[in-house]
């Protein structure tokens, strides 16, 4: 693993809660920090559920593990920039090589 | 006998932490310190390949005896601060395009010591090269990655041949 693998730039996007003026708060995602990856499609299952046709789509981002201990947290979204689709975390698990963590995601709708 | 030493660093490194982050792709600030080492570790591997200073130092040369004429080591050479020989100062003219050649106006001599300065060398592929080199000493911690052996890459070898001399 080498540091020209790490090709896409990609928003970690964490929730924020702000006040809507009414005593509630509305949740939005902001960009938390913007970092180095690797993005690899695992799988795109394409399944039928409750009569529709979904598509499950899992990605691995590789992104080094000191990145991943500083700016990320389990409950971050990722983002490729200059895409719209958002990954929501499902697991942070190492890599092969010392130094690097996969992050496996699943598509959010 | 021949000696070369370095008496002092003038030069700045030729790349900064900045430079490795962005081509490392590094997003995080804990390993300034680890870099800022491996930058100089890097240089320092680069010179001793090449044979020449790719920052500015201040050097001294020692030989036992010569002819007369002689070629600096690790030029090129900026300046020329004194020649002696036997602790005497010995009239001398520089030679070349890069000041790295001596001649001693009155021929052969012993004990000769040369102080002088080095100019170092800023260029594209000794940066490249440099940020290669960095690049795989900070993700590659060890020797030994499995069964296979880390060695220097064959890509900064390949940029700094065009550069190298011997100083043997």
Redesign the interface.
């Known amino acids: 693993m080498n540091a020209g693998h790490l090709n896409e730039r990609v928003n970690v996007l964490r929730l924020t809660k702000t006040a809507d003026g009414y005593g509630g708060y509305v949740q939005s995602y902001a960009t938390s920090s913007t970092i180095w990856a690797k993005k690899r499609q695992k799988s795109g299952n394409i399944e039928l559920q409750a009569g529709a046709i979904s598509t499950f789509t899992e990605v691995e981002f590789i992104v080094r593990d000191q990145t991943a201990k500083e700016k990320i947290q389990d409950t971050d979204v990722i983002q490729v920039v200059g895409e719209t689709e958002k990954y929501r975390i499902n697991e942070i698990v190492e890599h092969e090589y010392k130094e690097f963590v996969k992050l496996r995601c699943t598509k959010i709708d | 006998m021949r000696q070369i030493r370095v008496n002092s660093l003038i030069g700045t490194e030729l790349i900064t932490i900045d430079d490795v982050k962005l ?6 600030s ?2 300034d310190s680890l870099i800022t080492n491996m930058i100089s570790q890097a240089r320092i591997w680069c010179e001793n390949y090449i044979s020449r200073d790719i920052i500015s130092k201040n050097r001294t040369y020692y030989m036992d005896e010569t002819n007369g004429l002689f070629d600096l080591p690790f030029a090129p050479v900026a300046s020329v601060s004194s020649v002696t020989s036997e602790d005497i100062a010995a009239p001398y003219t520089i030679i070349g395009l890069d000041n790295e050649t001596i001649e001693l106006t009155n021929g052969s001599a012993f004990q000769v010591k040369v102080t002088y300065i080095t100019s170092g060398i800023n260029d594209a592929m000794i940066k490249q090269a440099m940020l290669q080199f960095v ?2 000493l ?2 590659n ?1 060890s020797d030994f ?1 499995e069964k296979s052996i880390n060695e220097i890459p064959t890509n900064v070898k390949s940029l700094l041949n065009t550069y190298k001399s011997m100083f043997i």
Do not use: G, H, L, P
């Open positions: 081509y490392a792709k590094i997003d995080t804990v390993d690049s795989m900070y993700d911690r990655v």
